[in-house]
Antibody, heavy 122, light 110 residues
Framework: QVQLVQSGAEVKKPGASVKVSCKASGYTFTTYYMHWVRQAPGQGLEWLGIINPSGGSTTYAQKFQGRVTMTRDTSTSTVYMELSSLRSEDTALYFC???????????????WGQGTPVTVSS | QSALTQPASVSGSPGQSITISCTGTSSDVGGYNFVSWYQQHPGKAPKLMIYDVSEGPSGVSNRFSGSKSGNTASLTISGLQAEDEADYYCCSYAGSGTLVFGGGTKLTVL
């Protein structure tokens, strides 16, 4: 069965960077793009970007351009999301989520990770 | 990319039908037939309920249906049940490989 297991909670100071991992299993890792979505406390979902695990190409939301970097390690079926220059507004639950169709770059996600809480506080 | 506009809350009684709207622009909702809907219960990850405007994934109740007219998409839940109480989010393709979500709607089953 498809599983996405994310790394544990993080606490960071303003200005620092955070790197969240998402290990995939139960399917062919390189066949499905992976989204990253966040949810601030009591707020809605916000799309950060997407990575193609096959070639490593990425597309980021304009709001996060220059601050977010998504990478992958095909040897461990893991994708990573790094967000830099953190501020208090980045406090949120960060999800990885697999695209619902193989090789579908703009398709919505179906399977989601459990979420990684990131807290930014001085 | 601005968030799609959804009503903050809707409510209905068991057995009734409710509709949640999702308004975007010609650059997202109106420009593509790639609107999806998610259900999220507290403390849980979102669950895909509708994709491509009106398609239902296998295993999702056919009480959930979707439609679109112009720049506005809609999710209708018929035969409302207590377990339908949750937050609902629309999501649209916005071109160049990007997605945009709605602000979310809290559904209360009275």
């Amino acid at each position: 069965q498809v599983q996405l297991v994310q790394s544990g909670a993080e606490v960071k100071k303003p200005g620092a960077s955070v790197k969240v991992s998402c290990k995939a299993s139960g399917y062919t890792f390189t066949t499905y793009y992976m989204h990253w979505v966040r949810q601030a406390p009591g707020q809605g979902l916000e799309w950060l970007g997407i990575i193609n695990p096959s070639g490593g190409s990425t597309t980021y939301a304009q709001k996060f351009q220059g601050r977010v970097t998504m990478t992958r390690d095909t040897s461990t079926s893991t994708v990573y999301m790094e967000l830099s220059s953190l501020r208090s507004e980045d406090t949120a639950l960060y999800f990885c989520a697999r695209a619902s169709i193989p090789q579908g770059g703009g398709v919505p996600p179906d399977y989601w990770g459990q979420g990684t809480p990131v807290t930014v506080s001085s | 990319q601005s968030a799609l506009t959804q009503p903050a809350s809707v409510s209905g009684s068991p057995g009734q039908s409710i509709t949640i709207s999702c308004t975007g622009t010609s650059s997202d909702v109106g420009g593509y037939n790639f609107v999806s809907w998610y259900q999220q219960h507290p403390g849980k990850a979102p669950k895909l309920m509708i994709y491509d405007v009106s398609e239902g994934p296998s295993g999702v109740s056919n009480r959930f249906s979707g439609s679109k007219s112009g720049n506005t998409a809609s999710l209708t839940i018929s035969g409302l049940q207590a377990e339908d109480e949750a937050d609902y989010y629309c999501c649209s393709y916005a071109g160049s490989g990007t997605l945009v979500f709605g602000g979310g709607t809290k559904l209360t089953v009275l």
